[in-house]
């Protein structure tokens, strides 16, 4: 019927940003691009808002990879617009980053914040949905990112307070997710998901310090007296 239509249309349109990841990471941007535009108009054909919003934003990192930031902007802007009136912060949150960088580039670090400051709440707001705190700790783990670049956005505009409460929110993840380790029930991890989380950790550690040194460097050193 006409649900199993659109189910299949819509694990198309997945099938299609699969390929265009593969392109893409494999230096074919013209591959990418069709790819994902084809995912663009089988999510629209079917009225699967999210998902579109999720391959438009795909469109806009491949054009601020090609250097056409102002470009980019205008297609994360749009994709946010899809998801006007939905709930889906697993998506918002990757947009408003994406956003945020080609705001950056287009010499905008004001807006750029507000982006990043969106981006989080929206991470918070998807991590809230875990009602075990390990289960939290483990979602919020790869997002850290956006902590990071809030602290070093500010830094660079001179603004040491709140790069310096961006840094403490950094820092407050790396430690929830080393208490948490090994509390999350079910089966005992592999080794391959341990080596992994290590990375991770060890991957974040090395990020707040670099956040660290740069708030530090742009705080005001107080003398004697």
Do not use: C, H, N
């Not at 790819?35 to 808002?49: M, P, W």
């Not at 945020?100 to 809230?128: C, I, Y």
């Not at 809030?150 to 929830?176: I, N, P, T, W």
């Not at 208490?179 to 974040?204: I, K, S």
């Amino acid at each position: 019927g006409a649900a199993r239509a659109s189910g299949d249309r819509r694990a198309a349109g997945i099938a299609l940003l699969a390929l265009g990841a593969v392109s893409r990471q494999a230096g074919d941007t013209a591959g990418a691009r069709r790819s994902y535009a084809e995912a663009v108009a089988i999510f629209r054909e079917i009225g699967d808002a999210v998902a579109d919003a999720a391959a438009r934003g795909e469109l806009a990192g491949l054009e601020l990879e090609g250097g056409a930031a102002a470009v980019s902007a205008a297609g994360y802007r749009q994709a946010l617009g899809q998801l006007q009136g939905r709930r889906a912060p697993d998506v918002s949150w990757q947009l408003r980053a994406g956003l945020a960088d080609a705001l950056l580039a287009l010499a905008q670090p004001g807006e750029a914040v507000r982006e990043l400051r969106l981006a989080m709440l929206d991470v918070e707001q998807a991590g809230s949905g875990f009602r075990a705190e390990a289960r939290r700790a483990q979602y919020m783990a790869d997002k850290w990112a956006v902590y990071a670049r809030l602290a070093l956005v500010e830094a660079e505009r001179g603004m040491a307070g709140a790069a310096f409460e961006a840094s403490e929110q950094l820092r407050a993840r790396e430690m929830l997710a080393v208490l948490t380790q090994g509390q999350v029930a079910g089966p005992a991890p592999t080794a391959d998901l341990v080596l992994r989380e290590q990375d991770l950790r060890r991957q974040v550690s090395e990020l707040a310090a670099v956040v660290e040194q740069r708030v530090a460097l742009t705080s005001p050193v107080r003398g004697p007296g």
